[in-house]
């Protein structure tokens, strides 16, 4: 199955069984996928009498898969591979059948064997008659389910389908896909981490309202941010000018210049270290004298132009690193820092580019005191700023050593930020 673009970590599997709940999982799933969530509907036979299979596959995006003894739907051991698929497992509505079927550990139609066959989290709905919920029987499944490490979410009480109030709802969607959420934001190796993003570009006034600037979009940084907070991460995201939303709980700071940039990241660290610092921003690397802090009218511009004194600006990575970084006192909390170095070299056979960049990598890694850093041949098909795609190496310190992994073809930003995320985490 397809990982598709989303970022990984956040692929759910819904299995809809035959509760009167049912006709409200296409909201649910719709509500997942806005949330950035890859969804895959399973449905039992029973739950095809409360809501249509066209309407979850359409909301989805997926066929939804239903059958187990299907040649069509089952291809290659289709089922296993549907039980690997997920991070996590969402049963809404549960019945009170499914739920004894899978106490009871029974194979008997796809739901119950992704079920017994998934090794991911499983996340419980339940929906039924107060009754049938309160009964021994369900209790007792609920007990046994839990104590394999299942969890669950609601019932709710309220007005019931069968006329009675009582305990038994459904709870409402936008509550499942919080409890899911925080299920899956609470795995994987970035939860609890602290991330710092900076993206975007920065601008150097000239008057008040001209500036010079770059290309850069911000895509890669925020695709970064996105990333890791959907692998659970705690993540600041310092952002130039750009139009782009901000990514769903990430904190984020905007900026225009590079001092105020400088400023802001600077003011994060000096609060408390962050696991990774990741400097996406292209920021301005030249300062002028001579500005003007009013709008110049067209002749002034012209003569005021050719005497501007230009300066390199800070670095503001290396300053960072300097402080924060490598460069700390021995002994005091210090971040990690991941640089971006985007480079142009000339057209040439594959391997000897690719020396190349190593190359300037290793000369940038060590120039910036970062502990990684990203190189990628900007104007190269599918590569750099205004790309939806991205590719590159990345250099990272082995002990004393660099060690240097490529990231392949160009794929898109989301792909490669999930793609540097696993790579930082065994770095
Ligand atoms: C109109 C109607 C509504 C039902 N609602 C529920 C319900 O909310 N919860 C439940 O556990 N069972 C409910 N049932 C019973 C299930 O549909 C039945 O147990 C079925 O076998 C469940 O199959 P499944 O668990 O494979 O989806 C309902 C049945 C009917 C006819």
Redesign the pocket.
């Known amino acids: 199955m397809s990982q598709g673009t989303r970022p990984r970590g956040r692929r759910v599997l819904l299995i809809?069984?035959?509760?009167?709940?049912?006709y409200k999982t296409p909201e649910l799933v719709r509500a997942f996928v806005a949330a950035g969530c890859e969804v895959q509907v399973v449905?039992?036979?029973?739950?095809a009498?409360?809501v249509s299979e066209l309407s979850l596959a359409t909301v989805s995006t997926r066929p939804v898969r239903k059958r187990l003894l299907d040649p069509e739907e089952e291809g290659h051991v289709g089922h296993i591979e549907l039980a690997d698929w997920p991070d996590l497992v969402v049963v809404a509505?549960?019945?009170?059948?499914?739920?004894a079927?899978a106490t009871a550990g029974m194979a008997d139609?796809l739901?119950?064997t992704v079920l017994l066959a998934t090794r991911a989290p499983v996340l419980w709905a339940?929906?039924?008659?107060t009754n049938?919920w309160r009964h021994p029987a369900t209790q007792a499944n609920l007990a046994t389910l839990r104590s394999r490490g299942a969890e669950f979410v609601g019932p709710d009480r309220g007005q019931?389908?069968?006329g009675w109030i009582g305990e038994?709802r459904?709870i409402d969607p936008p509550l499942i896909v919080a409890a899911a959420l925080a299920k899956l934001e609470a795995r994987g190796p970035w939860a609890g981490k602290r991330v710092l993003v900076s993206a975007g570009p920065t601008r150097t006034y000239i008057d008040l309202v001209r500036f010079v600037t770059n290309a850069s979009t911000g895509a890669m940084g925020f695709a970064l941010a996105e990333a890791a907070r959907h692998a659970g991460a705690e993540v600041t995201l310092v952002a130039g000018p750009v139009e782009l939303a901000t990514p769903q709980g990430v904190r984020r700071v905007d900026v225009e210049t590079a001092e105020q940039m400088y400023a802001a990241l600077e003011g994060e660290l000096s609060q408390e270290p962050y696991d990774w610092v990741a400097m996406v921003a292209a920021v301005q690397d030249l300062e002028v004298d001579g500005g003007a802090a009013r709008k110049l009218e067209k002749a002034e511009l012209l003569t005021r132009l050719p005497t501007l004194g230009w300066r390199t600006a800070r670095d503001v990575l290396a300053a960072l690193t300097a402080r924060y970084g490598r460069g700390a006192p021995a002994g005091a909390p210090r971040s990690r820092f991941l640089g971006f170095a985007a480079q142009t070299v000339e057209d040439g056979p594959e391997d000897r580019l690719q020396q190349e960049l190593i190359r300037l990598g290793e000369a940038k890694l060590r120039a910036k005191g970062a502990d990684a850093i990203f190189v990628n041949r900007v104007g190269a098909p599918g590569v750099g700023f205004a790309s939806a795609t991205n590719a590159g190496l990345l250099l990272a310190y082995d002990g004393e050593a660099i060690a240097v992994r490529a990231s392949g073809p160009p794929i898109a930003k989301a792909a490669l930020a999930t793609w540097l995320l696993d790579a930082l985490v065994t770095t």
């Open positions: 809809v069984s035959g509760g009167i709940a049912a449905m039992t036979p029973a739950a009498a409360f509505p549960a019945t009170a059948d499914l739920l079927r139609d739901a119950a339940p929906a039924m008659n049938m019931l389908a069968c038994g459904m």
